[in-house]
């Protein structure tokens, strides 16, 4: 192994100072956190010069790279013309009405309305209150659980982190919330059982379901909310048909389906909404990331008529809504989701996504021959590489291994950011990406792979 450089005077003020998320906390002073200072289409660059190709797009989020000029030309002038307003006691600003008539515009199922948070979290946190108010507004106090998933990911706030199914969001911080269930994870891979077929793990899912909604009472569930694919629990594509078959269960018990489109929204599947590339018709849709490509914070709930009714009728008993956040509809962001959106239009993005998927496919196709791949998954540009011990079992590696964040170190090596999720390397990159590109980040990872025991 070669010597582990000294740290730079950035790295020691960073470890003095920052806390950093989903990180080891007890091990950065080793690793030494890596400080970017500026971004040129899929590309970012460190503070010591060296450029990496971001394949993760930041966090699932720079659908449009790190430099767009119209994106910034837009923040500026939005900036420039009323940097700050809510939508707080009938407030309004045009970006925000711009933005939602947008949202309409593109929504895979009728939406009437739009309600603006600051992130994912929150919009799924407001998805969850909404659920609750329209059930009270209907007269029907007691539906109120929440059906989520093993291994979802619906962000970190108190309740979207009882939502989320994974370990380390739950462990120590005293959650999840009671009142929220976790259902199947729909990963064929992991949870098929031997000489099961995929079309038989569907079915059987789909019953566990019914079985979870029959022995708590279909009147005591509000909803459930699901990613079209999983994105932070590794990159989890559901079986063919799967939301055909758990969507009727849902109907017949009056129970809602959330749609969290947080990652696959705005193209990445090769559709408007992932709900479009996977079978699902949901109720109520939750959106952040993508929408303004991460050139500033925002998230949306997008909902129909019938709920908006329901909140209407509730706020004239009670007298008000009593829910919003301080930036929630900020005009920055929503000046840059209206300009995004416009940009993806332009661009065709769906169709573009759609015309890279091959190649995208055909790489991750060939990792499977390289003995520490155990399965490769994807949806247009969103994919996941899963490591395991042994190719035969799948047996998984022993987490204390760390194998994924091994191979992240290597990648980074290489100039290549990807995110280890547990053994899985998640594969996520700026939709603007070109071809030359994304066979260097395909080629990266390979060398990262020789490289990783
Ligand atoms: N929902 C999904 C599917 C996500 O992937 C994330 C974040 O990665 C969230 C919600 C939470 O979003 P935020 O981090 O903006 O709160």
Redesign the pocket.
């Known amino acids: 192994m070669a010597p582990t450089p000294p740290l730079s005077n950035l790295q020691t003020r960073d470890l003095a100072s920052v806390v950093h998320p989903y990180s080891p906390l007890h091990k950065l002073d080793q690793m030494g956190p890596l400080i970017l200072e500026s971004g040129n289409g899929v590309y970012v660059r460190d503070t010591h010069g060296n450029d990496y190709i971001e394949g993760m797009a930041g966090?699932?989020c720079t659908g449009l790279g790190f430099n767009n000029e119209e994106m910034i030309e837009a923040a500026t002038a939005q900036m420039r013309a009323l940097p700050y307003y809510h939508q707080f006691s009938g407030r309004g600003t045009e970006p925000a009405i711009e933005l939602a008539e947008k949202l309409k515009e593109i929504a895979p199922v009728p939406i009437s309305h739009v309600f603006y948070t600051s992130?994912?979290?929150?919009a799924?946190d407001t998805q969850v209150k909404l659920a609750w108010y329209y059930n009270n507004a209907l007269g029907r106090p007691k539906k109120k659980k929440i059906i989520s998933r093993i291994k979802a990911?619906?962000?970190?706030t108190l309740m979207?982190a009882s939502l989320t199914g994974l370990p380390y969001n739950h462990m120590d911080f005293d959650l999840p919330f009671d009142g929220i269930l976790h259902t199947d994870c729909p990963h064929y891979y992991r949870f098929g059982k031997d000489g099961e077929s995929e079309a038989e793990f569907v079915a059987r899912l789909a019953q566990n379901l019914r079985d979870m909604i029959e022995r708590e009472g279909g009147d005591t569930i509000a909803a459930m909310i699901a990613?079209p694919v999983m994105?932070?629990g590794g990159v989890i594509v559901p079986p063919k048909g799967y939301f055909e078959a758990i969507q009727p269960i849902l109907d017949e018990h009056d129970i809602l389906l959330i749609s969290?489109e947080?990652?696959n929204g705005f193209g990445r599947t090769g559709e408007w909404f992932g709900s479009q590339s996977h079978g699902m018709t949901p109720t109520t849709i939750?959106v952040?990331?993508q929408m303004t490509s991460a050139y500033a914070p925002l998230?949306a709930v997008m909902i129909p008529e019938f709920m908006m009714d329901a909140l209407k009728s509730q706020s004239e008993k009670i007298g008000t809504f009593g829910h919003g956040y301080t930036y929630g509809g900020h005009p920055l962001g929503c000046a840059l989701g209206v300009k995004a959106i416009e940009i993806y239009q332009r661009m065709n993005i769906c169709e573009r996504v759609r015309s890279m998927t091959p190649l995208f496919e055909r790489r991750l196709e060939a990792l499977k021959d390289h003995p520490l791949v155990g399965e490769v998954r994807s949806s247009g540009l969103l994919g996941g590489v899963e490591l395991v011990a042994d190719k035969a079992t799948k047996r998984a590696f022993d987490p204390k291994q760390g194998v994924g964040p091994q191979t992240a170190v290597h990648l980074q090596k290489h100039n290549l950011i990807l995110r280890p999720i547990g053994d899985t390397i998640a594969i996520c990159p700026p939709m603007i990406i070109e071809e030359d590109e994304l066979n260097a980040l395909f080629d990266r990872l390979e060398l990262a792979l020789d490289d990783t025991e």
């Open positions: 966090l699932w992130s994912g979290s929150e799924n990911y619906h962000g970190v979207a990613e994105g932070a969290d947080v990652i939750s952040a990331k998230g």
